[in-house]
């Protein structure tokens, strides 16, 4: 798909991890991508980088108060829930503007760092909700 085709499809369409959900729901259907086993499976797909757990969780947060789940329209998030949507798109997301604004990457290498330095978020930043207030 070009650049175009992408576009024509809307801005869901150009967010990687919405892509890779859409990509779960084609090879595992709808029920599978939305059960708790398959939650843990996709943790590491839902950290924001090197930010860690704590940056999740504060990230979660600040989206939880400007996007209040109750506001999503199921529809156009469909398969997933308001809270899966914030995780599993939102959050990484997120994860990616920040990436690109610290290194001055474009967003396939703050992509791929993003990927890259999970491990390293999660070890240096754990989640602890005690330190994020």
Not at 10 to 21: A, E, L, N, Q, T
Not at 52 to 79: K, R
Not at 92 to 118: C, F, H, K, W, Y
């Amino acid at each position: 798909m070009d650049e175009e085709e992408i576009h024509a499809l809307g801005p869901r369409w150009r967010s990687v991890f919405w892509v890779d959900i859409a990509r779960e729901v084609r090879e595992k259907g709808s029920r599978v991508v939305g059960s708790l086993k398959n939650q843990f499976g996709s943790f590491e797909k839902t950290q924001p980088g090197y930010y860690g757990e704590l940056g999740s969780f504060i990230i979660q947060q600040t989206l939880y108060n400007m996007f209040p789940p109750a506001t999503f329209d199921a529809e156009l998030i469909a398969p997933l829930n308001p809270t899966e949507f914030i995780q599993r798109v939102l959050v990484p997301e997120v994860g990616i503007a920040l990436i690109m604004e610290d290194m001055n990457l474009d967003v396939g290498e703050a992509v791929q760092t993003l990927r890259e330095s999970v491990q390293y978020g999660v070890a240096m930043y754990p989640g602890d909700a005690e330190q994020a207030g």
